[in-house]
């Protein structure tokens, strides 16, 4: 381990210096015209009729990475019309082809979603970021996304799909990245404050401060959230805090630092049969199982513009954290009848830098652009099950760990990866985007597990390094329309969770092997007439030993399945309707909005001999996902319909259509109505919400563990009500 972060810090040294000393030539030095201009995602000049989309494309070239040629998706914050103060995902990404969501709680305290047959399960399928860096467990070994920023906080969401392997990791899903609203430098101190109240006892608060000056901002907030939840043994407790410091050392140099914490104390009522379900979903038949999570994050950036041509970022970032449960995992068709209870603790400490340089170029006439970087990454995490307590209280004490069964896994991780990207501008609207990344990732674990009086002790560590690479090519016909596609190679590293568990629902395959495959995509998007906007792709994401969950008896079996295949079409349009029936230019104080977006999917495992498997369905591929959504704005007065209907899907790969304990079986295709409305007048901003407006009675998720087992429940029909007071403090600033 000490070599590791030997090697850790000297890769950290060596990756700035060389970077910072690296010498490239200029566009200026290659003897060609410096072009001083270049070519942007057009930028919305709207009236008051307009809303502008709800979601759009990222920029070709942007804070040290390239998305040219990619499918990207970029959610504005301020554009919706939703329910924020619960972090609902349904309502935040309903611009967002083809997203399985899962929902677990009230609060919106954990973000799961998926796509294209990839677990929603923790977003454990995306890189998740946060201004850049990760916030993740272990974004190596165990990257279950435990927490998810306030979306109050937040000025933009930014996703990119699996062709982002390339430059965020090797992920199948992609990257989801939430970036944080920007002081306000104008003024000195100012600041606002939303108060939320909803059904079942649900209330949040958030505030927020910020200001600067011409060299040096600032920007604090503070959220506090707290539900009752609709059905029994529900109650969630939950704090964010975050501040932020950017000083402008020059005009070439920028330093930022911010650091995160949260917090939550959960009561989970456990899943339920598929019989019980169906007779009252309302009930819990789990009383002592409890959830709680300290997350601590912290980041340092900084950003150096060498010339016009050549700027560096580097960004260090860390993350310190722990997550606990305690409660009964004994199949759900069981009662709890007292006893002891299963107890798991986790601490995740990791350090890293990612370090890119940007450098524009001449060719063919042409600002292009390349981009290269190192990143280096150590994690590690401390895994532990055992027997604890016989009470029904939060208490994760573990009991007689020299005598009970359990385990106890240290799991250190090691990564560095060196990519490079280009966007090569060959004229005549077509851009061509190589790119190749190196990874070489050193998995350790050492620790001992004990069953039926004896205990094993184990130690190992696997090196392997590997090349992953991928090609774009665009084509943009005219300003408002571009044809898109790329190939891209991914990997997924087994997770250190998958090393060890004591769950009567779950076995793990000891024999788990890493997965392989790649993403494909080929789209088009635009816009038509100033009024249409749209983005609409098919895909082909290819996984050899997959890894999955098979039914075997009463246990679901994580192993690599077999080799898979999900391919299908996703698309967005965007209509702005009185820009569409109106004259050029013609004024008007209303607008209207109408979104859709839809995917058709399917995925089959192949390439085995298992007849249970070949031919199979993948799970968590629903036949259709569609949302669309009707958006009303006229003066301070805004209003939001949004319809979600998902297909049916598997829980598992031998496509199980029941089992008694509900660990899998079929999730029931569902039909979801949410209404929102907000008015704004100067200082002052009202809100309010009514999700499943129909009452609607489904589910999204089988669980194997917490916060089940069994089915778990989505929430019923709930209303919240939202104040928001914003405030110019102290005037001044630059």
Known sequence: MMVHVRLLHCSLLLAGVALAASTVATATELGVEKVDTVDLRPVDVRDQRSLGPVVTRLDDVQNGVIYAAKKTELIPIERLTA????????????????????????????????????SPDRTLNFTVRQNGYDIAADPLGYPEAYYTPPFEALERIEIVRGSGALRYGTQFGGMVNFVFKQPDRSMLLDGSARLTAGSYGFYSGFATLNGGTTDVSYQAFGQVKHSDGWRPNSVIDQ???????????????????????????????GGLTDSMFNADPSVSIRSRNWFDVDWNLASLRLDYAMDVNTSIRSLFFGNFSRRQSVGSLERIDRPDTGGVRTVAD??????????????????????????????????????????GTAGSDADFTFVDVTT?????????????????????????????????RFEHIVSSAEGWYRTNG????????????????GLGISWKATSELE??????????????????????????????????????????????????????????????????????GQTIFRTNVADAYTTGVEGVIDVDIVRLMSEPNAPSQFGLHMMVNGSVIEGEYMSTENPAINGKHVEYVPGYTVRASLMARWKGLALSILSSWVDEQFSDATNTEFTANATAG?????????????????WFRAEVSCNNVLDER?????????????????????????IQMNGDIITGGR
């Open 483 to 552: 044809l898109y596609g790329n190939a891209v190679q991914n990997y997924r590293a087994i997770f250190s969770p998958d090393l060890r568990v004591t769950n009567p629902s779950l076995v793990i395959d000891p024999n788990l092997s890493d997965s392989r495959g790649y993403t494909l995509d080929l789209g088009t998007r635009g816009r038509w007439l100033d009024a249409v906007t749209y983005d609409v792709s098919g895909f082909y994401v290819r996984q050899n030993d997959r890894l999955g969950d098979l039914v075997q």
């Open 666 to 682: 079929i999730i029931p295709s569902y039909n979801v109505w949410d209404l929102s409305a907000s008015y704004t007048i100067d």
């Open 454 to 469: 004896t205990t094993y002790n184990e130690d190992y560590s696997r090196s392997r390094s590997f090349l992953i690479g």
């Open 698 to 722: 489904y589910f999204t998720r089988r669980a194997r563990g917490f916060p089940g087992p069994g089915i778990i429940p989505a929430e019923p029909r709930s209303v919240f009500l939202t």
């Open 346 to 387: 986790g601490h995740y400490n990791n350090i890293g830098n990612e370090t890119t340089i940007t450098q524009d170029i001449a060719l063919f006439d042409n600002v292009s652009s390349i981009v290269g970087g190192v990143r280096v990454f150590y994690g590690e995490n401390n895994q532990a099950q055992g027997v």
């Open 83 to 118: 329910n924020i103060s619960t972090n609902n995902a349904r309502q935040a990404f309903s611009g967002v082809a083809g997203l399985n969501i899962f929902e677990n709680d009230a609060a919106g305290v954990q973000l799961a979603i998926g796509g294209r047959g990839l």
């Open 404 to 436: 009970n069964a359990g385990s106890d896994y240290v799991t250190p991780n090691f990564n560095i990866a060196a990519f490079t990207e280009a966007k090569l501008d060959l004229g005549s609207g077509f851009v061509l985007v190589p790119g190749i």
């Open 239 to 269: 704090a964010t805090f975050y501040g932020t410091v950017r000083i402008d050392v020059s005009e070439r140099l920028i330093l930022t630092a911010d650091y995160t914490h949260m917090s939550y104390l959960a009561q989970q009522p």
